[in-house]
């Protein structure tokens, strides 16, 4: 028997809606492409046969897990046929092998690396845990895409000497710890064990992060997706370990910025409005966070406190302007569900 879903079923109506307005909407958007010549131009909807919507690919591949994900936790959707339909039509092999043939391209070696990378591989993840034989036909389409993506990091990975902090889409942890959670679905050993070990390297022996943020345009804490990747690598009394010495103030709310909610002065500012996405990634990263932690630390009440502010504060902000309505809802799910 499966769990019932934490989701209010008004409220999981309200995100199926808003990405269903989306995923299909190819105008306005936000192409980021190198191009060899003429040749390689075209609409959006012709370089990528399935993600030509939501005003830009990435954002298109998460609104997808998002509705894959509430047709999975709300079986019952109102919403759920009009998800399905949609599905039916986007996920066929001749769709997907346009979106391979666009990632062929000697120009496209590092498109959407690596959140895009890891958002598909999410998808993937997710349709994996769907036993409809709808979903499973989705699955078995996608799945030569989510191989290409899986190679790329493989490829990538060994050479990567350093990790990337940002709070934007370059970061490396919040990247390692989605293509972590497709490595484990799978059982994809080795896999799982490189990007484990490169998390070690990277972040093992971090201490005192000082947590300078945000910056004008994260949509990402560096210091909590850096915590919420560690979560997953390490297990029990190692991982309290680690956080004792990366964060090692939180019961005392410290450093304040990760308590305290970003203020977004102008939501139809693209850049100014990732700080809605900012809030609502650290509400699942604390919520995360709480769950690892000892029961009766100190820690867990100030984490979950901090949760609830953040997810308070840009909660609204997934529907309204289209700066952040294309994309904002996927970062609400991870927190509601964390």
Same mark, same amino acid.
């Given at each position: 028997?499966?769990?019932?879903?934490?989701?209010?079923?008004?409220?999981?109506?309200?995100?199926?809606?808003?990405?269903?307005?989306?995923?299909?909407?190819?105008?306005?958007?936000?192409?980021?492409?190198?191009?060899?010549?003429?040749?390689?131009?075209?609409?959006?909807?012709?370089?990528?046969?399935?993600?030509?919507?939501?005003?830009?690919?990435?954002?298109?591949?998460?609104?997808?897990?998002?509705?894959?994900?509430?047709?999975?936790?709300?079986?019952?959707?109102?919403?759920?046929?009009?998800?399905?339909?949609?599905?039916?039509?986007?996920?066929?092999?001749?769709?997907?092998?346009?979106?391979?043939?666009?990632?062929?391209?000697?120009?496209?070696?590092?498109?959407?690396?690596?959140?895009?990378?890891?958002?598909?591989?999410?998808?993937?993840?997710?349709?994996?845990?769907?036993?409809?034989?709808?979903?499973?036909?989705?699955?078995?389409?996608?799945?030569?895409?989510?191989?290409?993506?899986?190679?790329?990091?493989?490829?990538?990975?060994?050479?990567?000497?350093?990790?990337?902090? /940002?709070?934007?889409?370059?970061?490396?942890?919040? @990247?390692?710890?989605? %293509? !972590?959670?497709? =490595?484990? $679905? *799978?059982?994809?050993?080795?896999?799982?064990?490189?990007?484990?070990?490169?998390?070690?390297?990277?972040?093992?022996?971090?201490?005192?992060?000082?947590?300078?943020?945000?910056?004008?345009?994260?949509?990402?804490?560096?210091?909590?997706?850096?915590?919420?990747?560690?979560?997953?690598?390490?297990?029990?009394?190692?991982?309290?370990?680690?956080?004792?010495?990366?964060?090692?103030?939180?019961?005392?709310?410290?450093?304040?910025?990760?308590?305290?909610?970003?203020?977004?002065?102008?939501?139809?500012?693209?850049?100014?409005?990732?700080?809605?996405?900012?809030?609502?990634?650290?509400?699942?990263?604390?919520?995360?966070? /709480?769950?690892?932690?000892?029961?009766?630390?100190? @820690?867990?009440?100030? %984490? !979950?406190?901090? =949760?609830? $502010? *953040?997810?308070?504060?840009?909660?609204?902000?997934?529907?309204?302007?289209?700066?952040?309505?294309?994309?904002?809802?996927?970062?609400?799910?991870?927190?509601?569900?964390?």
């Amino acid at each position: 028997m499966s769990k019932p879903s934490p989701l209010e079923p008004a409220l999981a109506s309200r995100l199926a809606r808003i990405a269903l307005g989306h995923v299909a909407r190819e105008y306005p958007n936000a192409l980021v492409q190198f191009i060899a010549g003429p040749q390689e131009l075209g609409t959006p909807r012709e370089l990528h046969p399935v993600f030509y919507g939501s005003f830009d690919w990435h954002s298109c591949v998460h609104s997808h897990w998002l509705l894959a994900r509430l047709l999975r936790e709300s079986p019952h959707l109102p919403e759920g046929g009009a998800i399905i339909a949609h599905f039916d039509a986007a996920f066929t092999p001749d769709k997907i092998a346009g979106e391979r043939a666009y990632l062929a391209r000697p120009t496209s070696r590092g498109f959407e690396r690596p959140y895009g990378w890891a958002w598909l591989l999410k998808l993937d993840e997710e349709l994996s845990h769907h036993e409809t034989p709808h979903a499973r036909r989705w699955a078995a389409a996608l799945a030569p895409l989510a191989a290409d993506f899986v190679a790329r990091f493989e490829a990538f990975l060994p050479k990567a000497d350093y990790p990337v902090r /940002a709070g934007v889409h370059s970061n490396t942890a919040f @990247a390692l710890a989605l %293509a !972590l959670d497709h =490595a484990r $679905a *799978h059982r994809a050993d080795a896999f799982a064990a490189l990007i484990e070990t490169k998390a070690r390297d990277w972040y093992g022996a971090d201490a005192d992060c000082q947590a300078w943020e945000p910056s004008g345009d994260d949509f990402l804490s560096p210091a909590l997706v850096e915590a919420e990747l560690m979560r997953r690598v390490l297990t029990g009394e190692a991982y309290a370990a680690w956080l004792s010495r990366f964060l090692p103030r939180i019961a005392q709310g410290q450093p304040e910025t990760l308590f305290s909610p970003a203020r977004v002065s102008d939501p139809g500012d693209g850049k100014i409005a990732h700080l809605d996405g900012l809030n609502l990634s650290r509400a699942w990263c604390w919520r995360g966070l /709480a769950r690892a932690l000892p029961p009766g630390d100190p @820690a867990v009440t100030r %984490a !979950l406190t901090a =949760a609830s $502010a *953040h997810l308070e504060a840009s909660l609204h902000a997934v529907a309204g302007d289209y700066m952040g309505e294309h994309w904002l809802a996927s970062f609400a799910l991870l927190a509601l569900l964390a």
